[in-house]
């Protein structure tokens, strides 16, 4: 047996997503460079080819940074990136954005918390109709 308390996460009433709308119009309007490499829509192709490519950038960007570090631009070693561990990591997140998969289902959640909040609340301009 634990001493931890266990904490009980209060569920929100009609909440159909575990976050909320917000967090999904970040993804789409927002991205980071991870989040574009899973909220795209690409082929199976690409998907096959782009984790190949991200791979060669890490490994072209060592070479640099040994280059800089024989010339004397920079006095600390560079430290060899895991190129297998960014191979897959990539890979998987290439894998999310075939057919626009991973967006597509980010909005078909958004649209289910609208539906769940029904005229009660306005997400688009933040008015609660309760009060």
Not at 9 to 15: D, G, L, M, R
Not at 55 to 78: F, M, Q, R, S, W
Not at 90 to 117: D, F, P, Y
């Amino acid at each position: 047996m634990s001493n931890k308390k266990e904490q009980e996460i209060p569920e929100e009433e009609n909440s159909t997503t575990a976050g909320n709308i917000g967090r999904v119009i970040d993804y789409a309007f927002n991205p980071s460079k991870d989040k574009i490499r899973e909220m795209t829509n690409i082929s199976r192709l690409q998907a096959a080819a782009f984790p190949l490519l991200d791979v060669k950038t890490d490994g072209l960007k060592h070479c640099l940074a040994i280059a800089a570090y024989n010339v004397g631009e920079i006095n600390k070693i560079p430290i060899m990136p895991d190129l297998s561990d960014t191979f897959v990591h990539r890979t998987a997140q290439w894998q999310k954005s075939i057919k626009g998969s991973n967006l597509e289902k980010a909005v078909q959640l958004a649209m289910a918390e609208i539906e769940s909040e029904g005229m009660n609340h306005d997400p688009l301009r933040g008015i609660d109709y309760d009060d």
